[in-house]
C-alpha cells in the first residue's frame, strides 16, 4: 500500500511495457500479447510486475486468478486464437481487485475449477440420550437436558402418603453402579387426593415454595393446597430423607393424602460418567461456479479509427480505467446483496437499534453517547457467538462511512482519502477496534446508510460462515455482439465467480436518526 494518494497504475502500466520493449523486444498490449501470455518465463515477469505493489497476501490470491483467466484464454484461443483485446484482462483485473472493498470483508479463496467440493465443521450438542442438536438451532430451541446434568425421572408414587426407598434410578437408561444423585434436589411439586376432583386441580405447584435438599440430605416442608372450590385450604407437612450413594428417596406426608410427588434431580457429574457432549459432523458442500455475467462497452468509430489508440499503453489504460471501475463496483454490490439475503435468511434472529440522538436526561456531549453503540455492536456479536459456540472469530462491521464513522475509537489503518492498493486509487476504508471482541470495520460509500452488518469470520479454517470464490476473468472482442447495437464495436469483460453461505453468523445494528444534526448541536 502506498501513502500517496496518487493513482499511478497506469504509470505502472507504462513501465511494464517499456520494460518488456526493452528486455523482450515485445509489448504487452495488441497483437503481441499473445507471445506474452504463451511463454511461462514472460508470463510470470509480467504478472510480477502488475503485482509488484500489492501486500503478499493479496498478490498470492490475485496469482491464483490471473493463471486461470490465462488457462481460459489459451483454451478458447484453441478456436479463435488470442484476441488483442485480451491483453485488457489482466490490466482489468489487477485495478478491478484493487478497488474491491467487500473482498477485504469476507475470506476470499480463488478457484482454479469451476465445481469443487468444500468441507466444513458443523458443530452440534449430544443430549444424554444420544440425540444430535445443531447449532445454533440447539440453542434457540434447546432441550434441558442438553444444558442440565441428567435428569431423574420427575414424578413419584406414593402408597398411604409414603415413599419407601424409592430407586431414583429406575428406569433411567445409561446409570452405572458408580453413580449418585447431585446435591441439586427439591420437591417441585405434589398430588393430593382430597384436593379438587379435576385431575389439574389436583396437582400443586409449589414454585417458589419448592422444598429443597438440606446439608443432611433432608427434606423438610409444608404443602398448602385447595380442597374444594369455595377457598378452604389443606396444609401438609413433608418429611424425607435422600441416599445420594445409594439413590433412594424415603418420604412422608403426615396427612396421608399424598398420591403423588413431583421431584427436580439430576445424576452427579462426581464420577464422570455422563457429560454434555459437544462435536461437530464433517459436512461438505458442492460448489459450481455458474456462468460468467456479462458487462460490455462500446466505442465510437472515431476511437477505433485509431488503432494506436486501441492498442498503445494509453488507450489500454482508458480502457482498463473505466471497465474495472464498473466491474469492482458489481462485485461489491454483488457481495452487500449477497450478506442482506443472509441475514434475511436468519429472518432477523440477531437485530439491534441505536438511536444516535441522546436520551433527554442525558447531560454529556452527544459523543460520549456514541459508546453505547459500541455497547450495542459488542451485545449483538456475544449473542451470536453464544448461540453458535463459536468463539475464535473476529467480527466485520460493514457500512457507509456516515454510520461507521460513529463508531468510537477506531483505528482506520486504511483510508480513502490518503491511501491506494497496488497503486490503485479506491474509494473504501478499513479499519480496527477492540472491546468484548475484535472488529474489523469496512467502510465503503456503496454500502446504503442506515444499518451496520455485522458478522463472523472464524479464525480457524474449518468453520466457514462466508466465503467468496473467484474463478476467472476475460476480455473478449469477437463471437459477441453488443447486445444493443450490432454495428458498433464491441468489448466483453466475463467474470466467473461465486459466493456461498455456510453458517450463517450475521446480524444488524439499524441506526436512527443519523442525520448529523445532533453534532451541530
Given at each position: 500500500?502506498?501513502?500517496?494518494?496518487?493513482?499511478?497504475?497506469?504509470?505502472?502500466?507504462?513501465?511494464?511495457?517499456?520494460?518488456?520493449?526493452?528486455?523482450?523486444?515485445?509489448?504487452?498490449?495488441?497483437?503481441?500479447?499473445?507471445?506474452?501470455?504463451?511463454?511461462?518465463?514472460?508470463?510470470?515477469?509480467?504478472?510480477?510486475?502488475?503485482?509488484?505493489?500489492?501486500?503478499?497476501?493479496?498478490?498470492?490470491?490475485?496469482?491464483?486468478?490471473?493463471?486461470?483467466?490465462?488457462?481460459?484464454?489459451?483454451?478458447?484461443?484453441?478456436?479463435?486464437?488470442?484476441?488483442?483485446?485480451?491483453?485488457?484482462?489482466?490490466?482489468?483485473?489487477?485495478?478491478?481487485?484493487?478497488?474491491?472493498?467487500?473482498?477485504?470483508?469476507?475470506?476470499?479463496?480463488?478457484?482454479?475449477?469451476?465445481?469443487?467440493?468444500?468441507?466444513?465443521?458443523?458443530?452440534?450438542?449430544?443430549?444424554?440420550?444420544?440425540?444430535?442438536?445443531?447449532?445454533?438451532?440447539?440453542?434457540?430451541?434447546?432441550?434441558?437436558?442438553?444444558?442440565?446434568?441428567?435428569?431423574?425421572?420427575?414424578e413419584i408414587e406414593a402408597e398411604g402418603g409414603k415413599v419407601q426407598a424409592h430407586d431414583l434410578f429406575e428406569g433411567l437408561e445409561g446409570t452405572r453402579d458408580v453413580d449418585t444423585v447431585d446435591r441439586k434436589f427439591s420437591v417441585v411439586g405434589a398430588y393430593y387426593s382430597d384436593a379438587h376432583n379435576d385431575e389439574e386441580a389436583k396437582f400443586v405447584d409449589l414454585a417458589s415454595a419448592r422444598i429443597d435438599l438440606d446439608s443432611s440430605n433432608r427434606l423438610y416442608g409444608e404443602i398448602k393446597y385447595a380442597t374444594d372450590g369455595n377457598g378452604t385450604v389443606a396444609t401438609d407437612t413433608i418429611l424425607g430423607h435422600v441416599d445420594l450413594e445409594n439413590h433412594t428417596l424415603t418420604l412422608a406426608s403426615m396427612s396421608g393424602n399424598l398420591e403423588k410427588v413431583v421431584i427436580r434431580g439430576f445424576v452427579s457429574s462426581e464420577q464422570h460418567t455422563t457429560a454434555t457432549q459437544v462435536s461437530f459432523d464433517i459436512d461438505r458442500k458442492d460448489i459450481t461456479v455458474g456462468t460468467a455475467e456479462h458487462i460490455e462497452a462500446n466505442f465510437p468509430i472515431e476511437f477505433l479509427q485509431d488503432a494506436k489508440a486501441m492498442y498503445d499503453i494509453d488507450g489500454t489504460a482508458e480502457v482498463v480505467e473505466v471497465m474495472s471501475q464498473v466491474s469492482s463496483q458489481k462485485v461489491d454490490l454483488d457481495i452487500i446483496e449477497f450478506l442482506e439475503r443472509a441475514y434475511e435468511g436468519t429472518e432477523s434472529a440477531y437485530e439491534r437499534t441505536f438511536d444516535v440522538y441522546p436520551n433527554s436526561d442525558f447531560a454529556m456531549?452527544?459523543?460520549?453517547?456514541?459508546?453505547?453503540?459500541?455497547?450495542?455492536?459488542?451485545?449483538?456479536?456475544?449473542?451470536?457467538?453464544?448461540?453458535?459456540?463459536?468463539?475464535?472469530?473476529?467480527?466485520?462491521?460493514?457500512?457507509?462511512?456516515?454510520?461507521?464513522?460513529?463508531?468510537?475509537?477506531?483505528?482506520?489503518?486504511?483510508?480513502?482519502?490518503?491511501?491506494?492498493?497496488?497503486?490503485?486509487?479506491?474509494?473504501?476504508?478499513?479499519?480496527?477496534?477492540?472491546?468484548?471482541?475484535?472488529?474489523?470495520?469496512?467502510?465503503?460509500?456503496?454500502?446504503?446508510?442506515?444499518?451496520?452488518?455485522?458478522?463472523?469470520?472464524?479464525s480457524e479454517d474449518n468453520y466457514k460462515t462466508f466465503v467468496y470464490y473467484p474463478y476467472t476473468f476475460n476480455v473478449v472482442n469477437q463471437s459477441y455482439l453488443n447486445t444493443r447495437n450490432a454495428n458498433v464495436p464491441n468489448i466483453m469483460l466475463t467474470r466467473r465467480y461465486t459466493l456461498e453461505e455456510f453458517t450463517p453468523m450475521i446480524g444488524k445494528v439499524h441506526i436512527k436518526n443519523n442525520d448529523g444534526s445532533v453534532f451541530s448541536r
Open positions: 500500500m502506498s501513502f500517496n494518494k496518487t493513482d499511478n497504475f497506469n504509470q505502472i502500466l507504462k513501465e511494464t511495457d517499456e520494460m518488456f520493449r526493452q528486455r523482450y523486444s515485445t509489448s504487452i498490449v495488441g497483437d503481441n500479447f499473445a507471445e506474452v501470455i504463451t511463454d511461462n518465463a514472460l508470463f510470470e515477469s509480467y504478472t510480477g510486475s502488475l503485482l509488484e505493489n500489492f501486500d503478499h497476501s493479496v498478490a498470492e490470491g490475485l496469482e491464483g486468478i490471473l493463471e486461470n483467466t490465462r488457462a481460459e484464454i489459451l483454451t478458447e484461443s484453441s478456436m479463435t486464437g488470442i484476441q488483442p483485446f485480451a491483453s485488457l484482462t489482466m490490466p482489468i483485473l489487477v485495478k478491478l481487485w484493487a478497488r474491491l472493498a467487500m473482498t477485504e470483508a469476507i475470506p476470499t479463496e480463488p478457484t482454479n475449477t469451476p465445481a469443487f467440493t468444500v468441507p466444513f465443521f458443523k458443530p452440534y450438542v449430544m443430549d444424554h440420550d444420544g440425540n444430535n442438536f445443531y447449532l445454533p438451532e440447539a440453542i434457540n430451541s434447546v432441550p434441558e437436558n442438553i444444558v442440565e446434568l441428567k435428569r431423574l425421572p420427575a456531549h452527544p459523543n460520549d453517547w456514541l459508546t453505547g453503540l459500541r455497547k450495542t455492536i459488542d451485545h449483538l456479536a456475544q449473542s451470536m457467538k453464544n448461540d453458535y459456540k463459536n468463539y475464535k472469530s473476529v467480527f466485520v462491521i460493514v457500512g457507509n462511512p456516515l454510520d461507521t464513522d460513529l463508531i468510537p475509537n477506531v483505528e482506520w489503518t486504511f483510508t480513502s482519502t490518503t491511501d491506494t492498493v497496488g497503486g490503485v486509487d479506491v474509494n473504501y476504508s478499513v479499519g480496527a477496534t477492540s472491546g468484548s471482541n475484535r472488529y474489523k470495520i469496512i467502510s465503503s460509500d456503496l454500502i446504503p446508510q442506515g444499518s451496520l452488518t455485522v458478522f463472523a469470520i472464524p
